[in-house]
């Protein structure tokens, strides 16, 4: 009976391990009456992109745009012959940045609640529609770096009185196309080390998209140095935190060697660095005095004797085109708890 299945839980949990527990209570039937699951509007042609998750794994998540509005139906899956009294169903969508030193106090930006149904009681499955409209202007898009995340999610509550609420969250990446930069100016320095060595670079542009090629030369006007070979280095610096409390961290994204062996007076060397096989994100100033991330372009020469010399330039980047998982990927997405 049930009031026996009872006592032989109660009585094995005390002595048994949570997940022993769970599982003894699921074969009795105790186990959770109902399942809810999220469907974005329009799922099945959802772009998807791929994206590194809080431990690091990649995530597979449905992409939406600043302009897109976040709809969809929320599913209530009840056992057969169950029922579920609540206090009210509601559904959020949330904007957050997580800082890794503080990442249980995540800042939310953006928080929008939808209510889907008054406090009652459930005796059947039943779905709801959801919208919100024009939620995602503020530009931000999702970023997941080394100390710092941006993320949106949509999570659903189902409130209770005598239980545990029930929620369910699934995250979504939201990336922002922005019109091509009216002035761009293209990047000309003269470098050097008095006597001994003086070379001017010129990079076409200052700015430049995700899926753009960095052109420009590197024109030798003194060398008394003896020069082994000479590299460009892309950098993302990321920034967290602000006024003293602010944390710098540098990553070199790619290395490409645009010359080996000793150079001449008044040699020219070609530069032709694409961007898009590597994994950048827009450039981001200041995101609520949170975060930042810059990228740089480092010129290193490497004498024989293995020093180094360089020279760093900032370069801003921003988004030409959507990014997105081929269509005739067949794996769903699976950031969803």
Same mark, same amino acid.
């Given at each position: 009976t049930k009031a026996t299945n009872k006592r032989v839980f109660l009585a094995l949990s005390l002595s048994l391990p949570l997940s022993s527990a769970l599982s003894i209570m699921s074969f009795f039937g105790f186990g959770s009456v109902l399942d809810v699951d999220i469907e974005f509007a329009q799922q099945k042609v959802l772009p998807r992109v791929n994206q590194r998750g809080i *431990? @690091? /794994?990649i995530e597979t998540l449905y992409l939406f745009t600043g302009s897109d509005s976040v709809a969809g139906k929320v599913h209530c899956n009840l056992k057969p012959g169950k029922k579920v009294d609540h206090m009210g169903i509601k559904i959020e969508l949330i904007g &957050? #940045?997580?800082?890794?030193? /503080? $990442?249980? *106090? =995540?800042?939310?930006f953006t928080s929008?609640? %939808? /209510?889907? &149904?008054? &406090?009652g009681e459930m005796t059947e499955s039943t779905s709801y529609d959801f919208e919100f409209a024009n939620a995602l202007g503020n530009g931000h898009e999702t970023y997941a770096g080394d100390n710092v %995340?941006? %993320?949106?999610?949509? $999570?659903?509550?189902?409130s209770r009185q005598y239980s545990s609420n029930i929620t369910k969250t699934v995250d979504f990446a939201v990336q922002n196309v922005v019109p091509e930069p009216e002035i761009n100016n293209s990047i000309k320095m003269e470098v050097g080390i008095e006597d001994c060595l003086h070379i001017e670079f010129e990079y076409n542009k200052s700015r430049y998209s995700l899926q753009d090629v960095? #052109? @420009?030369k590197i024109?030798?006007?003194l060398v008394r140095i003896k020069i082994k070979h000479m590299e460009i280095v892309i950098i993302k610096r990321e920034?967290?935190?602000?006024?003293?409390?602010?944390? *710098?961290?540098?990553?070199n994204i790619s290395k490409y060697e645009i010359m080996d062996g000793a150079p001449v007076r008044g040699?020219?060397? =070609?530069? $032709?660095?694409?961007?898009s096989p590597y994994d950048l994100s827009p450039t981001m100033k200041n995101v609520h005095n949170k975060f930042s991330v810059k990228y740089y372009l480092n010129l290193v020469l490497v004498d024989e004797e293995d020093r180094r010399y360089f020279k760093q330039q900032e370069i801003q980047l921003w988004r030409k085109s959507l990014r997105t998982l081929p269509t005739s990927k067949k794996s769903g997405p699976t950031s969803s708890k």
């Open positions: *431990n @690091g /794994d &957050a #940045i997580e800082l890794l030193y /503080d $990442r249980g *106090n =995540p800042y939310e929008l609640v %939808r /209510d889907l &149904a008054a &406090a %995340r941006l %993320r949106y999610f949509v $999570r659903v509550q189902i960095v #052109i @420009g024109y030798f006007l920034s967290t935190g602000s006024g003293a409390t602010v944390y *710098n961290e540098s990553s040699e020219s060397i =070609p530069v $032709r660095l694409f961007l």
